[in-house]
């Protein structure tokens, strides 16, 4: 019997008189005031809070895991503000001579420059040397002429690119697939170093929408020891027969990963999105990645083997055709992103019990893009509080690395809508704090009772006191467990 006895702290959703916990065996087993429970014995792990916060671990609803461990170590260009202050940036890196065969930045958001990416300013970085700029969005990469060169027979294709440099889509996708091919013993010290940095921030499960599906991945991980996360992995459409084959069902335990790694759902991707301009819209502009007979039978084709669906869309036409689509098939799952809804369309994520799986930091990057783009539409644009009114199920997560993986950076977003000391954008769309945190628990939950897998997080602030995003954006935690086991500890 493992037991862990944490004395003197105050539960999350209660009135905040101190209480001590009993953890047996990974769940919470008796909760009482404080100074009342002592050890069952000597090995017990007693854990002196001194009034922290106790709360459900958190989680984030949308990460690409192995993308967001390798942007931790590609140059991040965004905070610059034009192509020219990104080239020049990427200019001096190469000069010091650490880019071994391409040199890649992460982080380009072009919607606000003043003149258009151009290839020739890469070109000038390096001629000889390989050069990518992967959009914050992940939905265009920036190239050199040698990177498309060097790229083509890695994707099995040519690839064009018109005096802009910029690939778009399936193309990007595929370049940065590409660049995520590194030995199976780096990309995973990488991702045990993202781990750490999750748990030290509360998470405690991820949902991962990574392109190239992760589930031997993951078990191979957790079984080296990387055990800091519970993961829920996700599959597309090119490998959704293999899933099927394997008789994968979402939910569905992984053999030999200690209960941490889960099938997770089916995703596809219906439209672009907004910072490439890709996004579907009413107007007939962006990108639409299927046609509705194709979507609905591949949706099907995916309930009926047991898989949940998890489909983006970003503009008000991809959304509309995503809920026509789960209405055809008659299925439940997540909208992805819902960045820019039709009024008309909000009830009916509560009606088709479709969840809207969102992130809030997404609008604080965006919000001058939208502004710009969507002119005469931002209204209806991140729509978090009208969902909520509506009834949708709202889940919260990052989408990392378009931001960072951090829930106290969405819930701040969500609370707040501002950022960077500029006024709140649409505030009437601000959530309550209570909602933002039902959004980062797992189910919804708010507090920790009796009965529960103690998933948990020690903070040392009550989450749902305050709706200042300054305030919410640097929570500090205590501590983070899996099943009474920390995964990161500060007490």
């Given at each position: 019997?493992?037991?862990?006895?944490?004395?003197?702290?105050?539960?999350?959703?209660?009135?905040?008189?101190?209480?001590?916990?009993?953890?047996?065996?990974?769940?919470?087993?008796?909760?009482?005031?404080?100074?009342?429970?002592?050890?069952?014995?000597?090995?017990?792990?007693?854990?002196?809070?001194?009034?922290?916060?106790?709360?459900?671990?958190?989680?984030?609803?949308?990460?690409?895991?192995?993308?967001?461990?390798?942007?931790?170590?590609?140059?991040?260009?965004?905070?610059?503000?034009?192509?020219?202050?990104?080239?020049?940036?990427?200019?001096?890196?190469?000069?010091?001579?650490?880019?071994?065969?391409?040199?890649?930045?992460?982080?380009?958001?072009?919607?606000?420059?003043?003149?258009?990416?151009?290839?020739?300013?890469?070109?000038?970085?390096?001629?000889?040397?390989?050069?990518?700029?992967?959009?914050?969005?992940?939905?265009?990469?920036?190239?050199?002429?040698?990177?498309?060169?060097?790229?083509?027979?890695?994707?099995?294709?040519?690839?064009?690119?018109?005096?802009?440099?910029?690939?778009?889509?399936?193309?990007?996708?595929?370049?940065?697939?590409?660049?995520?091919?590194?030995?199976?013993?780096?990309?995973?010290?990488?991702?045990?170093?993202?781990?750490?940095?999750?748990?030290?921030?509360?998470?405690?499960?991820?949902?991962?929408?990574?392109?190239?599906?992760?589930?031997?991945?993951?078990?191979?991980?957790?079984?080296?020891?990387?055990?800091?996360?519970?993961?829920?992995?996700?599959?597309?459409?090119?490998?959704?027969?293999?899933?099927?084959?394997?008789?994968?069902?979402?939910?569905?335990?992984?053999?030999?990963?200690?209960?941490?790694?889960?099938?997770?759902?089916?995703?596809?991707?219906?439209?672009?999105?907004?910072?490439?301009?890709?996004?579907?819209?009413?107007?007939?502009?962006?990108?639409?990645?299927?046609?509705?007979?194709?979507?609905?039978?591949?949706?099907?084709?995916?309930?009926?083997?047991?898989?949940?669906?998890?489909?983006?869309?970003?503009?008000?036409?991809?959304?509309?055709?995503?809920?026509?689509?789960?209405?055809?098939?008659?299925?439940?799952?997540?909208?992805?992103?819902?960045?820019?809804?039709?009024?008309?369309?909000?009830?009916?994520?509560?009606?088709?019990?479709?969840?809207?799986?969102?992130?809030?930091?997404?609008?604080?990057?965006?919000?001058?893009?939208?502004?710009?783009?969507?002119?005469?539409?931002?209204?209806?644009?991140?729509?978090?509080?009208?969902?909520?009114?509506?009834?949708?199920?709202?889940?919260?997560?990052?989408?990392?690395?378009?931001?960072?993986?951090?829930?106290?950076?969405?819930?701040?977003?969500?609370?707040?809508?501002?950022?960077?000391?500029?006024?709140?954008?649409?505030?009437?769309?601000?959530?309550?704090?209570?909602?933002?945190?039902r959004g980062s628990t797992e189910g919804g939950r708010v507090g920790v009772s009796v009965g529960d897998v103690a998933d948990i997080v020690l903070l040392e602030a009550d989450p749902l006191a305050t709706s200042d995003?300054?305030?919410?954006?640097?929570?500090?935690?205590?501590?983070?467990?899996?099943?009474?086991?920390?995964?990161?500890?500060?007490?």
């Amino acid at each position: 019997m493992k037991e862990v006895l944490l004395r003197t702290v105050r539960r999350v959703g209660t009135s905040g008189a101190p209480s001590d916990v009993r953890i047996v065996d990974g769940r919470v087993t008796a909760v009482a005031p404080a100074g009342t429970l002592d050890p069952s014995d000597a090995d017990t792990d007693v854990v002196e809070a001194a009034g922290a916060w106790l709360g459900p671990g958190l989680v984030d609803h949308h990460v690409h895991f192995d993308q967001w461990a390798l942007v931790r170590r590609r140059v991040d260009v965004s905070a610059c503000d034009s192509a020219e202050a990104t080239a020049d940036l990427l200019a001096g890196v190469a000069r010091t001579g650490v880019a071994d065969r391409v040199l890649v930045g992460h982080g380009y958001r072009d919607g606000m420059w003043p003149r258009p990416a151009r290839r020739a300013l890469l070109d000038g970085v390096d001629p000889r040397l390989p050069v990518v700029v992967i959009s914050g969005d992940l939905h265009a990469v920036w190239c050199n002429a040698a990177a498309l060169e060097h790229f083509a027979p890695l994707v099995g294709r040519t690839l064009v690119a018109g005096d802009d440099g910029v690939l778009r889509e399936q193309d990007a996708f595929d370049v940065t697939g590409a660049l995520s091919r590194v030995p199976d013993e780096v990309l995973d010290g990488f991702v045990a170093d993202a781990v750490e940095a999750a748990a030290a921030r509360g998470v405690t499960r991820v949902r991962d929408l990574e392109m190239v599906f992760g589930l031997d991945r993951w078990t191979r991980r957790v079984q080296a020891g990387t055990d800091g996360l519970r993961v829920d992995s996700g599959v597309y459409p090119g490998e959704l027969e293999s899933a099927i084959a394997r008789g994968l069902r979402t939910g569905d335990v992984v053999p030999g990963t200690r209960g941490l790694v889960r099938m997770g759902p089916f995703k596809v991707i219906t439209d672009g999105s907004l910072g490439t301009r890709t996004a579907a819209m009413t107007d007939g502009s962006g990108v639409l990645a299927y046609a509705f007979e194709d979507l609905v039978a591949m949706v099907r084709r995916a309930v009926d083997a047991g898989l949940v669906p998890a489909v983006h869309a970003i503009g008000d036409r991809a959304n509309t055709l995503a809920l026509d689509v789960f209405e055809a098939v008659g299925a439940r799952g997540t909208i992805e992103h819902a960045q820019l809804l039709a009024d008309t369309d909000l009830e009916r994520f509560a009606r088709l019990g479709v969840a809207a799986s969102v992130q809030p930091e997404h609008a604080m990057d965006d919000r001058d893009i939208a502004d710009r783009y969507w002119a005469g539409m931002t209204d209806r644009a991140f729509p978090f509080a009208s969902l909520h009114r509506a009834g949708a199920e709202l889940l919260l997560g990052s989408d990392a690395p378009v931001a960072p993986l951090d829930p106290w950076v969405s819930m701040a977003a969500a609370v707040g809508r501002d950022r960077d000391g500029r006024e709140p954008w649409h505030p009437a769309e601000r959530l309550a704090a209570l909602t933002a945190w039902r959004g980062s628990t797992e189910g919804g939950r708010v507090g920790v009772s009796v009965g529960d897998v103690a998933d948990i997080v020690l903070l040392e602030a009550d989450p749902l006191a305050t709706s200042d995003s300054t305030t919410v954006r640097s929570t500090r935690v205590l501590g983070t467990a899996i099943a009474g086991r920390f995964t990161h500890r500060d007490v």
